[in-house]
T-cell receptor, first 112, second 114 residues
Framework: GQQLNQSPQSMFIQEGEDVSMNCTSSSIFNTWLWYKQDPGEGPVLLIALYKAGELTSNGRLTAQFGITRKDSFLNISASIPSDVGIYFCAGLSNFGNEKLTFGTGTRLTIIP | EAQVTQNPRYLITVTGKKLTVTCSQNMNHEYMSWYRQDPGLGLRQIYYSMNVEVTDKGDVPEGYKVSRKEKRNFPLILESPSPNQTSLYFC?????????????FGPGTRLTVL
């Protein structure tokens, strides 16, 4: 199946710092989604992007749908302890079943 | 409360012993899906269902079966589990399975096959 390359794999930052992560694909996607997974929980949708070039915010989170439709970026400003978790990108291509392909995840750790 | 439930949350079993992981949603969603999550590989789709009696293979269906006899339930069946099926499994549902629908995930089932 399709593969999404997500980077970095892990991040160790201090509280208050900004965070950036990205996702790239060899294929075009029509929709990009960003999920967060807390320890012991299932992923929860943070932001959905539907158009190339779209920039969408959700509180301190901002995500962008790349112009080429092959990448997406997530930024978190002024990180706080509850931002800890694993962040996944996911791409959706409309080939009948509209299957989601997930990235490999970015594990965010905040150092006190 | 709208939710997706999975049972059991944790399971340790032995090779070859058939098992079923149940999934149930109370949101009247048509679309349901199973994923497995492995370190460094993200979530990979095993099977999905667009509606009752309609199921289809995802990216990694080998060794798994599913059924969708009623809208709310979507059990995952491992007829003869093997150690390479040790993983964290998530069930998810959404209204129609369209890109604009939010997928709701269950809390996960951690399976260990010895």
């Amino acid at each position: 199946g399709q593969q999404l390359n997500q980077s970095p794999q892990s991040m160790f930052i201090q509280e208050g710092e900004d965070v950036s992560m990205n996702c790239t694909s060899s294929s075009i996607f029509n929709t990009w989604l960003w999920y967060k997974q807390d320890p012991g929980e299932g992923p929860v949708l943070l932001i959905a992007l539907y158009k190339a070039g779209e920039l969408t915010s959700n509180g301190r989170l901002t995500a962008q749908f790349g112009i080429t439709r092959k990448d997406s970026f997530l930024n978190i400003s002024a990180s706080i302890p509850s931002d800890v978790g694993i962040y996944f990108c996911a791409g959706l291509s409309n080939f009948g079943n509209e299957k989601l392909t997930f990235g490999t995840g970015t594990r965010l750790t905040i150092i006190p | 409360e709208a939710q997706v439930t999975q049972n059991p949350r944790y399971l340790i079993t032995v090779t070859g012993k058939k098992l079923t992981v149940t999934c149930s949603q109370n949101m009247n969603h048509e679309y349901m899906s199973w994923y497995r999550q492995d370190p460094g590989l993200g979530l990979r789709q095993i099977y999905y269902s667009m509606n009752v009696e309609v199921t289809d293979k995802g990216d990694v269906p080998e060794g798994y079966k599913v059924s969708r006899k009623e809208k709310r339930n979507f059990p995952l069946i491992l007829e003869s589990p093997s150690p390479n099926q040790t993983s964290l499994y998530f069930c998810a549902s959404s209204f129609l399975g369209k890109g604009t629908d939010t997928q709701y995930f269950g809390p996960g089932t951690r399976l260990t096959v010895l």
